[in-house]
């Protein structure tokens, strides 16, 4: 218990950063204290999930930056592609001048070759590009569904806190209606997030339809 604690404090604390709203305070432990078991139990399946979403947005941060890599690589080819076309034609004007009409033809064809590489690697880092946008955007949402989670479970927490605070009749109980309003914006960001992950894997699907049609990966 203590340590699923300590992580939930945790991951608590990195979706503060990063959240696109602020959050509201904490829930004081010690106005748990008359949770029901069925309260108890909502609040540990809430933990469970956290912790397994946090790990899903480790791996949408890991693919972010295994993409970010990929675009990196992709430029690279590119250049050697066309350091390369620029060999080939300093060879193929060689041959000209030789006059060797065989070794000329032959040269052509490592030429075409070479610039339909070129086609194809930028075909290639163009996509590699819209994919990051769509990581990023994976990304995002991942974050937003765990302040979700977040935000319910101090929902539900500060329905508790309440009751245990209006029991003594405390003059300033939390004000639930925060809590509330917290988790209502996230949802709208949610689903305006989830829309946007729509529309960018659509793009994506078109990118690399384009790149499959320039024959990149074909032996």
Same mark, same amino acid.
């Given at each position: 218990m203590r340590k699923t604690a300590m992580m939930i404090a945790a991951i608590v604390t990195g979706a503060f950063i990063t959240g696109?709203? #602020?959050?509201? @305070?904490?829930?004081?432990?010690?106005?748990?204290? *008359?949770?029901?078991?069925?309260? @108890?139990?909502?609040?540990?399946?809430?933990?469970?999930?956290?912790?397994?979403?946090r790990d899903e947005c480790d791996v949408a941060k890991k693919a972010l930056e295994t993409g970010e890599s990929a675009i990196g690589v992709?430029? *690279?080819?590119?250049? #050697?592609? *066309?350091?390369n076309g620029q060999l080939l034609n300093s060879q193929m004007n060689l041959l000209n001048l030789q006059g060797s009409?065989?070794?000329?033809?032959?040269?052509a064809k490592g030429i075409d070759?070479?610039?339909?590489?070129i086609v194809q690697e930028k075909a290639n880092t163009d996509y590699?590009?819209?994919?990051?946008?769509?990581?990023?955007?994976?990304?995002?949402?991942?974050?937003?569904?765990?302040?979700?989670?977040?935000?319910?479970a101090d929902l539900l927490k500060a329905k508790i806190a309440f009751d245990f605070q209006m029991k003594r009749h405390e003059k300033e109980p939390i004000k639930v209606e925060t809590y509330q309003k917290y988790?209502?914006?996230?949802?709208?960001?949610?689903?305006?997030?989830? *829309?946007e992950q729509k529309k960018a894997a659509d793009k994506t699907a078109r990118a690399k339809d384009a790149l499959t049609k320039t024959g990149y990966g074909a032996q």
């Open positions: 696109c709203v #602020t959050m509201p @305070n904490r829930i004081d432990p010690a106005f748990l204290a *008359e949770a029901t078991a069925d309260q @108890n139990a909502q609040i540990q399946q809430f933990n469970q999930d956290i912790i397994k979403k992709s430029k *690279e080819q590119v250049k #050697t592609y *066309e350091q009409a065989d070794k000329v033809d032959a040269a070759l070479n610039n339909r590489r590699l590009s819209i994919y990051r946008d769509q990581l990023v955007i994976e990304k995002d949402l991942r974050d937003l569904e765990l302040a979700n989670l977040l935000g319910k988790v209502d914006d996230l949802a709208k960001q949610l689903f305006n997030k989830q *829309e």
